[in-house]
């Protein structure tokens, strides 16, 4: 295969969910352009509708526009709210319910109810809201808020999740919010308060957000999503020949682990056109082809690549070498137990590989990789074995294709348009 040309990703789905979420507690009317419009963000915008917020529609192209209401904008739901298959929807509206005087359920998909939410859940209950969940601390989950009092947590996992679900009980609630994490995870949602002239105090790994009177509505442009530009960076580096550019990309260094990665297997990727939107750091990035070699990853840098473990470890597949990811059990308590599949999944193709605990190991390889991947309907294990499918000889067939909609819905359609046929 050869990679050529230029190419844009869909806009960041954190920041995305963060924007929508913000727009709604800001006084008066916001317009932001680029936001994801896909199955989890679409969740969120479904939720903050049945709570009384006025979301244009996401669709690509257009500038999504929110009434906020402020700090308190939300009414009682009428029915339960389905937050689809988004974790972030979940935990980030848990979060804001906590500092609202009504009830509200939440639910899921079959994917979202399996997956535990009491690192969010718990830290809520000690600032003051009554949160019941299914068994397991699972969805459903039921959430009445009221006074909250000021909280400090500390964390003992780095989530960003955890960390906004707190600062935004601790806006909606006016009370200060401290988190202190054991590393730092990404700081979207702190770069953004920042952006809105919110004061946010940063020492060491623990940040600290005060009540605030309100947030001023805002306009701006949401970068393209550093995890889904890192699929079409990757098919580059597998590629034969040629050259890759993806422009307007988010590059905030919380976010990009990956690319220190790819540099210790031998690759490079080249940051240009630098510039700044919503008070995030954009750039173009540039891939070519590398002969890769094994790397390992430690604990301390799992936060700013864990969505991108399964594809480096489909790159460590052709990788001269073994390759180690030590402390990413975290995958195991994603959309999927994405730690066994990504292992199963390159025993099925021919790799030798294995998981034990929260270490992965997989040992590169010059065959071809070929059998049928199992993605248990996880978008990132679809897009990760999809380029792993592009090397040549490969014949990976995906048992569920379409389960990329929830991040990227035109995947498949770019990365066919970037790679050609020597």
Same mark, same amino acid.
């Given at each position: ?42 969740? #969120?915008?479904?939720? &903050? $509708?049945? +709570? %009384? !917020?006025? =979301? ?7 500038? *999504? ?123 979207? #949602?702190?770069?953004? &308060? $920042?952006? +809105? %002239? !919110?004061? =946010? ?7 600290? *957000? ?130 066994? +599949? ?81």
């Amino acid at each position: 295969m050869i990679a050529r040309g230029e190419a844009e990703v869909p806009g960041d789905k954190s920041i995305s969910h963060r924007v929508l979420f913000l727009a709604a507690l800001a006084a008066g009317r916001s317009a932001f352009r680029g936001a994801l419009a896909a199955g989890d963000t679409r969740a #969120t915008a479904a939720c &903050l $509708r049945a +709570l %009384g !917020v006025e =979301v244009s529609p996401l669709s690509d192209g257009h500038a *999504v526009r929110v009434a906020g209401r402020g700090l308190r904008p939300f009414r009682a739901p009428r029915g339960v709210l389905d937050c689809r298959n988004s974790g972030t929807t979940a935990r980030l509206l848990l979060g804001l319910l906590s500092g609202h005087p009504f009830g509200a359920t939440l639910t899921g998909d079959r994917s979202l109810r399996r997956r535990p939410i009491g690192r969010v859940a718990e830290p809520l209950r000690a600032m003051g809201a009554a949160i019941a969940t299914a068994e397991g601390g699972r969805l459903p989950a039921t959430v009445r808020g009221g006074p909250l009092r000021p909280y400090e947590h500390a964390s003992p996992v780095a989530s960003a999740q955890v960390k906004t679900a707190l600062i935004f009980a601790g806006l909606v609630g006016g009370v200060p919010v401290t988190v202190r994490e054991p590393v730092v995870s990404r700081d979207h #949602t702190e770069r953004l &308060l $920042r952006f +809105l %002239g !919110v004061t =946010v105090k940063v020492a060491g790994t623990a940040v600290t *957000v005060h009540s605030v009177e309100g947030i001023p509505a805002f306009e701006g442009k949401v970068p393209g999503d550093f995890s889904s530009a890192a699929y079409l960076l990757a098919a580059a580096v597998a590629a034969e020949s040629g050259e890759l550019a993806v422009r307007r990309v988010g590059v905030n260094p919380t976010r990009t682990g990956f690319v220190a990665a790819l540099e210790r297997m031998g690759a490079r990727l080249d940051v240009v056109d630098r510039a700044a939107y919503l008070g995030e750091p954009v750039a173009t990035l540039v891939a070519r082809p590398a002969a890769l070699r094994a790397v390992e990853i430690g604990p301390a840098e799992v936060p700013s690549l864990v969505d991108e473990v399964p594809l480096l470890a489909c790159l460590a597949a052709r990788a001269e070498g073994t390759s180690v990811f030590r402390g990413v059990g975290e995958l195991r308590v994603k959309e999927s137990d994405r730690l066994a +599949l990504v292992a199963r999944n390159l025993v099925a193709l021919g790799v030798r590989a294995g998981s034990e605990g929260d270490t992965l190991f997989v040992e590169g390889t010059d065959a071809p990789p070929r059998g049928c991947v199992t993605t248990a309907g996880d978008h990132r294990l679809a897009m990760a074995f999809a380029v792993l499918g592009t090397v040549p000889g490969a014949a990976v067939a995906l048992d569920d294709a379409r389960c990329v909609a929830v991040s990227y819905p035109h995947f498949f359609r770019d990365l066919a348009a970037v790679l050609h046929h020597a």
